[in-house]
């Protein structure tokens, strides 16, 4: 059965990113397999309107300027006659928000439930319970998900997660991990020195992503082997602290820092080296070591999050987040390294490209978007009582927020009547008529 | 053939690179094994909860005595001159207690330092009360005494009772309590009562709480003892301005005494903290 999807996100071309490439590689996908897939977007700067990306992917860039940290303000009802007029042009039947952080996808997500359309929800990272932040914002995430039909999650810990924040139904959620475009991370052994062994560290230089266990490791690994260097991509905040360490050891030969590096760059760099190196606190899947792996090197990380359930043993070394542990993994790597124990990079190149495929994710996801266009519809009734478990207060006041939406939502229908919005053209049809099938300048 | 596939079928792995032949949503025994909840409990006992909380109405006997002692000022039951010479004897007393209580030198450069500070304090003080006086002149009363409740309230929410919390400042803290005592001060008649009143302002909010705290840290078991002669006093002195102000004092008293310990420990069984590996690692050493 094929579907009308509408892909809704703060994050998507042209900023580039983890949440970014899979909306986009998603979408193509699927595609690809007879659906119709359009995405949904704020405004970047000028670009303001409806631009097509390759394969007939129509992008709305809504004129809605983002406020804070690249997400739009957050309004609940204003965004409604837009998204309502979107999905009926379009005839959408499946809404797909991602990514926790974005205000304008749980907006839509929350839009299309009041008009009765399937919604599903990706959530790609973990959050706390603890500081004021976390309450808050999963106090969101429960009413949001309370209306949601589906979610998806890129790791098990992220389901655990999700379900917790959420207080839904494990049975709700779908374990779909991301994927990486193997074709582009592919290993090369002219790039690697012979003499050396690198360790390439590809990441942002900020607390999170564990740069001061870096500092702390860095001279340790350079003065119990001689013949190793680093190569660190990225910039931050921390940067400091590793050009610090820089100077007092006297390594200048032996690290390279190249600052931020381009996402169409990254590949070159990893293929100088023979073993990446993760420092990260926190993460859902974290996409990085699959592109390193891809291109053929040792995986080195520390065992947070989804970490330890994205690679087999043989291909990654983990770690406790503690400088004498890292260092101990990293001896290891470098040992099998020497002795030429590791699997060969063309071996994991093959093997990333037969399991992270984006087209096993498109099937996976199709099939959540049956099951959920299969299911019975919702009543108002039953949807306002889902959002009155949230909490004491916090029900009421959601309720409130729904029953709000549904009259404006009625509103919207008298001002500008369903059978006045005239639909969008199908591109697919569009591409029926090129590539296959009946050649009309023939027939007609 | 296919002989008994669900005894041989393996234990469910919590990966994501194999296809374990159960659909995406497939939710196993294990989900939710690796979660723990209320790791970092602390159990508390009534009565010692109870002596902790002296620490806060330390505080609090502060604010009331320094209000008492405007209201006697303003009913000429205290005078100025009185005042300034009892809080300078208390406070020379207390100079000496604290430096002998940490076992410092006598005659140590600090003295002579602490010394030219009290000198310089004085003498500003003395020459800016006249401008202190006329200060609030065109202001009313009631907005006073309500500026006033604010800041002394301030001064307890943001005081340090010994904990690392983030709304701790100490400087805040102080400089509420000052600007208190300064609204007050623009209230009284002469000079003389507005300099005597800051003073005894500076020695109770900045100097007190050093000597109480170094007490506390040598003396443990003097806390009781200074809690009921403080008690003891901001009762007699509040009672003898206001029936109703000593009433309030010690519903006040008992509230923050025994009622919070026992709400506090009653509240425990209720604690839910969850932990897991979703949490953000801390760095171990």
Redesign the interface.
């Known amino acids: 059965m094929k579907h009308s999807i509408c892909m809704v996100s703060d994050f998507f071309y042209p900023n580039i990113g983890g949440v970014e490439s899979h909306i986009y590689q998603l979408s193509q996908c699927l595609i690809e397999r007879g659906h119709k897939v359009i995405v949904v977007t704020h405004a970047y700067g000028n670009r303001s309107g409806i631009r097509y990306l390759s394969n007939g992917l129509k992008v709305y860039y809504l004129p809605i300027q983002p406020v804070y940290n690249q997400c739009i303000l957050p309004t609940v009802f204003t965004t409604l006659p837009v998204i309502r007029n979107i999905l009926l042009r379009e005839s959408i039947n499946i809404v797909h928000g991602h990514s926790a952080f974005s205000a304008l996808a749980l907006e839509s997500i929350f839009h299309a439930r009041t008009m009765n359309v399937k919604a599903v929800f990706t959530d790609h990272s973990l959050f706390g319970f603890a500081d004021l932040s976390s309450i808050l914002t999963n106090k969101i995430l429960k009413f949001s998900l309370a209306g949601v039909n589906h979610a998806i999650c890129v790791s098990h810990t992220c389901k655990e997660n999700t379900v917790l924040r959420g207080k839904i139904d494990p049975s709700d959620v779908s374990v779909i991990p991301n994927a990486v475009d193997a074709s582009i991370f592919t290993p090369t052994s002219t790039e690697r020195d012979p003499e050396k062994i690198t360790i390439v560290v590809m990441s942002r230089l900020v607390y999170r992503k564990g740069a001061d266990l870096l500092a702390s490791v860095i001279p340790e690994i350079c003065s119990r082997h001689s013949d190793v260097q680093f190569i660190i991509g990225g910039d931050g905040p921390k940067r400091l602290a590793i050009e610090e360490v820089r100077e007092h050891f006297q390594l200048h030969d032996r690290i390279r820092l190249l600052g931020t590096v381009g996402h169409s760059a990254v590949r070159q760099v990893l293929v100088r080296g023979d073993i990446f190196l993760n420092t990260s606190l926190t993460e859902a899947f974290c996409i990085a070591i699959v592109e390193a792996a891809s291109c053929g090197l040792q995986v080195v990380s520390t065992s947070v999050g989804g970490i330890p359930e994205v690679l087999p043993p043989d291909m990654i070394q983990l770690a406790e987040p503690s400088a004498t542990s890292l260092v101990e993994s990293l001896d290891k790597a470098i040992a099998k390294r020497r002795n030429c124990q590791l699997l060969s990079p063309d071996g994991a190149h093959d093997w990333v490209r037969k399991t992270y495929t984006w087209q096993n994710v498109a099937e996976r996801t199709e099939i959540v978007y049956d099951k959920i266009s299969a299911a019975t519809e919702v009543t108002l009734a039953d949807r306002l009582h889902r959002y009155n478990k949230c909490g004491l207060v916090a029900g009421k006041i959601f309720i409130f927020i729904a029953a709000l939406n549904y009259l404006l939502l009625i509103l919207c229908n008298w001002i500008s009547p369903v059978q006045n919005i005239d639909l969008a053209i199908d591109c697919r049809k569009l591409r029926r008529l090129k590539t296959g099938g009946v050649n009309l300048e023939q027939s007609s | 053939m296919a002989m008994s596939c669900d005894r041989s079928r393996k234990k469910w792995q919590?990966?994501?690179?194999k296809d374990q032949g159960v659909?995406?949503?497939y939710?196993d025994e294990s989900?939710?094994e690796?979660?723990k909840k209320n790791l970092h409990i602390r159990t508390y006992e009534f009565w010692a909860v109870v002596r902790e909380s002296n620490v806060v109405m330390h505080q609090i006997y502060s604010v009331w005595i320094f209000v008492a002692v405007y209201f006697h000022m303003r009913n000429f039951v205290l005078t100025p001159q009185f005042l300034f010479e009892m809080s300078s004897a208390v406070t020379i007393v207390g100079y000496i207690v604290n430096f002998v209580i940490l076992h410092e030198n006598a005659l140590t450069k600090s003295r002579w330092k602490d010394g030219k500070t009290m000198g310089i304090f004085l003498i500003l003080g003395f020459s800016l009360s006249p401008i202190l006086m006329t200060l609030t002149k065109t202001i009313s009363t009631d907005t006073i005494y309500a500026m006033t409740f604010f800041m002394l309230l301030a001064n307890l929410l943001f005081h340090d009772y010994g904990t690392d919390a983030a709304i701790v400042s100490q400087a805040f803290s102080l400089n509420a309590a000052i600007f208190a005592s300064i609204c007050l001060a623009s209230r009284l008649p002469t000079t003389w009562h507005a300099f005597s009143l800051v003073t005894f302002a500076f020695e109770l909010f900045a100097l007190w709480p050093i000597l109480r705290r170094n007490l506390k840290i040598h003396f443990p078991r003097l806390q009781i003892i200074l809690s009921f002669l403080l008690g003891s006093v901001v009762t007699v002195s509040v009672a003898t301005v206001s029936s109703v102000a000593v009433v309030v004092f010690l519903l006040l008293h008992l509230f923050i005494t025994i009622l919070c310990p026992a709400w506090l420990i009653r509240l425990q069984p209720y604690k839910n903290?969850?932990h897991?590996?979703?949490?953000?690692?801390?760095?171990?050493?």
């Open positions: 919590k990966v994501l690179y659909s995406d949503n939710v989900f939710l690796e979660m903290n969850i897991g590996p979703w949490d953000e690692a801390v760095i171990k050493q």
